[in-house]
């Protein structure tokens, strides 16, 4: 009779295993993150984390099956973990198969606000100079509608751009005739801070289907001191606009993005419940950019990275608690980077790339026709530093722009898969390379990380949103809805 094998013939030969690349850092006194390259995490002991690294783990024990699912380890005659790998880095990369679907026109530099924290240093309201004109915003155009994204999102930013609308509607019906034989797909976005918001303007985003994105910084008092003009009601404004949109376009064609100054540090839950009042669909709890009168007023300078993690926790837990009463309200920093850790999707977010968003993600055609390689970038050239012009749309195509030295050398040399620092890091993978940011507040294209804001409150943000998906199931229930 033919007898079966041993059960100890079917054991795993643990003698053959072998270690994936994992990075990991400390969490506490006791307490490791575990990553691998395509961002799965696993929170480790001291000792467990010593014998993942010496492989001394055996079936049953736990430990092993944790190391196989999350990819650290595999046998070492199998393949098939590191194809996967490959398969799913290769997902998250797939953003540069479609190069540059962002395409930012600044159509004015002029501006009715005189915001002290103002990125773009807008320019006083009859300086017309400071616009864009058709000639030049018809190459842009081209440009644009040469990049290789099949879906190209135009926005257009100021200034205040609606002070420019005539260019604005000559660029979308051009835009629109252009597209057709190309088979691209637009988008259209309007950046405005809705004080010259009018029937005109509504009717035409309404037939040419045309988003508005504005600034809501918080409660009345809080929104008009953070954001001043003649009158002092950019408030009004701004919430009247809201509910105009709303009224005449539908409730998901406005969207608002709020700048955290010192003053909002301590109010996060009334600015959260400004946005609830005004029927937005979740807010993006945004820290201050180190750019045009942000520098020159000081207030970039007013609270740190610290502080701004703290906001950023007490608003979290606000809005979660909001969502787990059953209104759908995401954080939406922390929806991009939950997309990060959850799955291997492209994030449309430029910040949150590396190679770095600069040109593959987004150009910037300024109202006198240079390019820039980001709106940051033609913050800093208002600033007097030029470092990322790319060229000029009257002499330079799509092609010489990304390909240009400037672009091709801040791209390469902020890498954060080889960088120091970063390429050690457990949250690389789920991080990103801002070589402009970097090069403003440290004259580095990469920076040295220690000293890195961003890099500080990326390593705050991804660690509390990963203590929340192990640790508190009702959180994470949340959380892996606005993921998905
Ligand atoms: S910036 Fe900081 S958190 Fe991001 S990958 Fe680099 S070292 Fe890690």
């Known amino acids: 009779m033919a007898g079966f094998a041993s059960a100890d013939s079917f054991r795993p030969d643990t003698s053959r295993l072998r270690l994936l690349p994992i990075r990991f850092e400390r969490l506490g006194a006791d307490r490791f993150l575990v990553g691998n390259m395509v961002g799965d995490m696993a929170e480790m002991t001291t000792t467990e984390l010593e014998r993942l690294c010496a492989l001394d783990l055996t079936p049953g024990d736990g430990l092993y099956e944790r190391a196989f699912e999350k990819l650290f380890v595999a046998s070492a005659d199998q393949r098939a973990p590191q194809q996967l790998l490959a398969l799913r880095l290769r997902s998250r990369l ?187 669909d979740g807010i993006f709890l945004r820290p201050l950019s180190p750019y045009g009168h942000a520098i020159k007023t000081k207030q970039f300078h007013k609270y740190d990275a610290r502080e701004w993690l703290e906001f950023w926790k007490r608003g979290l837990r606000y809005i979660l608690e909001i969502n787990k009463s059953g209104r759908r309200f995401p954080e939406f920093y922390s929806a991009f980077i939950l997309r990060r850790m959850l799955s291997d999707e492209p994030i449309g977010y430029v910040d949150l790339r590396s190679p770095a968003g600069i040109g593959l993600g987004a150009l910037v055609y300024n109202y006198d026709g240079t390019v820039f390689a980001s709106d940051e970038a033609r913050m800093l050239a208002e600033m007097g530093d030029r470092s990322f012009e790319l060229g000029n749309v009257h002499e330079h195509g799509y092609r010489d ?84």
């Not at 198969?97 to 240093?121: D, G, I, K, M, N």
């Not at 040399?413 to 970097?438: I, K, M, R, W």
């Not at 990963?466 to 998905?484: K, Q, T, Y």
Request: with cysteine; aromatic share 6%; net charge negative.
């Open 401 to 484: 722009l990304v390909l240009s030295d400037t672009l091709v050398s801040a791209v390469a040399d902020s890498l954060t898969q080889t960088a120091p620092q970063c390429s050690a890091c457990v949250f690389e993978p789920n991080c990103g390379a801002d070589p402009v940011y970097h090069h403003a507040t440290q004259g580095d294209l990469l920076g040295i990380k220690p000293l890195s804001e961003f890099c500080e409150r990326q390593k705050g943000v991804i660690t509390h949103l990963f203590e929340l998906l192990e640790h508190s199931p009702e959180d994470a229930a949340v959380l892996r809805e606005w993921a998905s």
């Open 94 to 280: 797939s953003f540069l198969r479609a190069a540059t679907p962002l395409h930012l026109f600044v159509v004015t530099l002029r501006c009715e606000h005189s915001c002290p924290y103002c990125q773009v240093s807008r320019q006083s309201k009859d300086r017309v100079r400071y616009d864009m004109d058709s000639a030049t915003a018809s190459r842009a155009l081209d440009i644009a509608l040469s990049a290789p994204a099949p879906m190209i999102k135009i926005e257009f930013q100021g200034g205040e751009p609606l002070l420019n609308f005539e260019l604005i509607r000559w660029i979308v019906v051009t835009a629109q005739e252009r597209a057709v034989p190309l088979g691209k797909q637009l988008q259209f976005v309007i950046t405005t801070n809705l004080a010259l918001l009018d029937d005109e303007v509504l009717e035409f985003c309404a037939e040419h289907d045309v988003l508005l994105s504005t600034s809501l910084d918080g409660p009345r008092d809080l929104h008009n001191r953070n954001r001043p003009r003649r009158g002092g009601n950019s408030y009004e404004l701004a919430v009247a606009g809201i509910g105009r949109i709303r009224e005449r376009l539908g409730p998901d064609r406005v969207g608002a993005l709020m700048t955290t100054t010192e003053a909002s540090l301590d109010r996060v839950e009334e600015i959260v419940d400004e946005y609830l009042a005004q029927g937005l």
